[in-house]
């Protein structure tokens, strides 16, 4: 039996000193070492020599230890022992919240899903707007930036929640969505910058801006119609108003105009009256003094005044005859008025009563 198990096992035997082995090449020590030493020299140099770009500038970390700040250049640093963080300081940084861009060609398209817990906010009157807004910011003080706050970006972007929370909270639905967005953005910044120093980010806010602001999209009918009726309102009160500065004023005038003109009437009766009453008083006096010459300088007055206005006069005697002809009639035609006395042979002619004939 064991004879047999040996013959078995014989057939599988393999002689392995026919198997050809691989040689390996036989180098000179010295390449090796060669070889080894220039790969340890790159690697020296590769940690050695880094690159700032120029928006940028290098924190140099020894073990993790903040060393010095390095410009924008090539420089040098211990290999092995010292790293280099690059920071922006002079690239505008952003933050976006309510919406992301996805696309940054040609033409921005933005992406609201899953966002709606940053820009659903609760307004002072108890509304809800939907605010989009973005803010824009750079890098002011490295060291700050880095070792003062850690994981500063989202400590970053939560004070931006919170204080405009607070902002929208302050105010009613139709100021955020209307009238106080500029108001809005200017306190933003003003708050979110004070909180940022208080926080030593090193961060300086530049802008925030308000992207998109709107009611929900369950109660936006209801507001475009609330909206709209708003500005019928407004543009019938400002037509109402322009009417009442057209007419208003035209009336004040025209009312002071009247006034005026009743008082200068009565200014002038009134002054006109004194003066006959003084003139009556005057003449008074001096006809009480001297009452014949009086009543004939008076008299004498009188018809100067009035036989002027009469035209021309022709006293004829009742004996009379034939005067026609030595009458000068264009002589008295040209005293006459136009349209006034009679023509002639009117009246009364030769042997009349003697009475004034108007010519």
Do not use: C
């Not at 073990?63 to 924008?72: A, Q, W």
């Not at 010459?293 to 004996?319: C, H």
Request: glycine fraction near 8%; proline fraction near 6%.
């Amino acid at each position: 039996m064991d004879d047999n198990r040996n013959d078995f096992e014989s057939l599988f035997e393999v002689d392995t000193s026919r198997i050809p082995r691989p040689q390996l090449p036989n180098l000179p020590g010295n390449l090796v070492g060669m070889i080894v030493g220039a790969i340890f020299l790159l690697l020296v140099a590769w940690n050695t020599l880094y690159q700032v770009q120029p928006e940028e500038v290098g924190v140099i970390l020894r073990f993790g230890e903040f060393m010095r700040i390095t410009d924008p250049g090539l420089h040098m640093k211990i290999p092995f022992v010292e790293s280099v963080e690059p920071v922006p300081v002079q690239r505008q940084l952003k933050q976006e919240f309510g919406f992301r861009t996805v696309d940054a060609g040609v033409r921005s398209t933005f992406s609201a899903q899953d966002l709606e817990g940053e820009s659903v906010m609760l307004t002072g009157d108890l509304n809800v707007a939907v605010v989009e807004w973005i803010v824009q910011f750079r890098v002011s003080d490295p060291y700050q930036y880095l070792f003062r706050v850690r994981n500063v970006d989202d400590t970053f972007r939560d004070m931006n929640e919170a204080v405009m929370r607070e902002v929208v909270g302050d105010r009613t639905v139709t100021e955020v969505l209307t009238v106080g967005r500029q108001d809005i953005e200017a306190t933003v910044r003003n708050q979110l910058q004070e909180l940022a120093n208080q926080y030593e980010t090193g961060i300086t806010v530049d802008q925030v801006v308000l992207q998109d602001v709107n009611p929900p999209d369950p109660v936006k009918p209801s507001w475009d119609g609330v909206n709209q009726a708003q500005q019928q309102r407004d543009t019938l009160i400002n037509e109402a108003q322009a009417r009442y500065n057209q007419v208003i004023p035209r009336a004040s005038g025209e009312a002071q105009q009247t006034i005026l003109q009743a008082e200068g009437y009565e200014l002038n009766r009134v002054n006109r009256a004194e003066g006959d009453a003084s003139r009556f008083i005057a003449v008074y006096e001096q006809y009480r003094r001297a009452p014949e010459v009086t009543r004939q300088r008076l008299y004498l007055e009188t018809m100067q005044t009035l036989l002027p206005a009469l035209g021309g006069k022709l006293f004829l005697d009742e004996d009379a005859q034939g005067v026609l002809p030595l009458l000068p009639l264009e002589s008295m035609q040209r005293l006459v008025p136009s349209g006034g006395g009679t023509a002639p042979g009117g009246g009364t002619g030769p042997g009349g009563d003697g009475q004034e004939n108007d010519r």
